[in-house]
């Protein structure tokens, strides 16, 4: 098993796992050993799966503001906790390559391996998502062709991109490629680089 396929698959059961309770205040279970990289791909689809549905939630036109801005500043802390569990998978893949040399021709890539995984993750859940549209009895069959037709792009898509992911990591094995990690360096979280949360220093 390839590891975009290993992803796909605890993609998936995470995904099914959250919809079993289908709240994104319950307490789902890992099933997977912490410090294991299949422990952090399972969390990280489940934090992709609560922020879905609290964008559903946020986007209800007759939410209470207050309501609202608390459900707005909860999506910003699942955000910063998604971004650094994309470079903490980025970590992983470049402590296990690290013993590789890139060739005198390796080239770097446009986005790392675990940017490419969040898509994959995120990939899961429009998947998921579609296929329910597909099987709605109360909607139109109109509705059912439209949607039917979508998921079969993204399912296209999902075997594209799960392709170009294993092919990023044999290239990155074999030193035709190489990696690099960039912190993401979020001004609008740091009071020290946000100029309305320093200016009320």
């Not at 549905?53 to 946020?58: G, P, Q, T």
């Not at 709605?136 to 949607?147: K, L, Q, V």
Request: hydrophobic fraction near 40%.
């Amino acid at each position: 098993m390839t590891f975009a396929e290993k992803s796909n698959r605890i993609f998936r059961q995470a995904t099914e796992a959250y919809h079993e309770f289908d709240n994104v205040d319950a307490v789902i279970e890992n099933p997977y050993a912490e410090g294991d990289i299949d422990h952090v791909l399972f969390a990280k689809n489940m934090v992709d799966a609560v922020q879905w549905h609290l964008e559903d939630i946020i986007r209800d036109p007759e939410i209470d503001p207050v309501a609202a801005l608390a459900l707005k500043r909860r999506i910003d802390r699942s955000n910063q906790v998604r971004t650094d569990m994309v470079e903490e998978l980025d970590s992983y893949f470049r402590d296990l390559y690290a013993s590789v040399s890139p060739l005198p021709s390796a080239t770097i890539n446009t986005e790392s391996p675990a940017w490419a995984l969040d898509r994959l993750s995120i990939l899961a859940l429009k998947i998921y998502h579609m296929e329910r549209e597909v099987e709605r009895t109360d909607a139109t069959p109109e509705h059912i062709a439209r949607c039917q037709a979508k998921l079969n792009v993204l399912l296209e898509q999902r075997t594209d991109l799960s392709a170009a992911i294993d092919t990023l990591l044999d290239d990155i094995a074999a030193g035709r490629k190489f990696m690099k990690v960039y912190r993401q360096m979020k001004m609008y979280n740091d009071a020290d680089t946000n100029p309305i949360l320093y200016a009320k220093k």
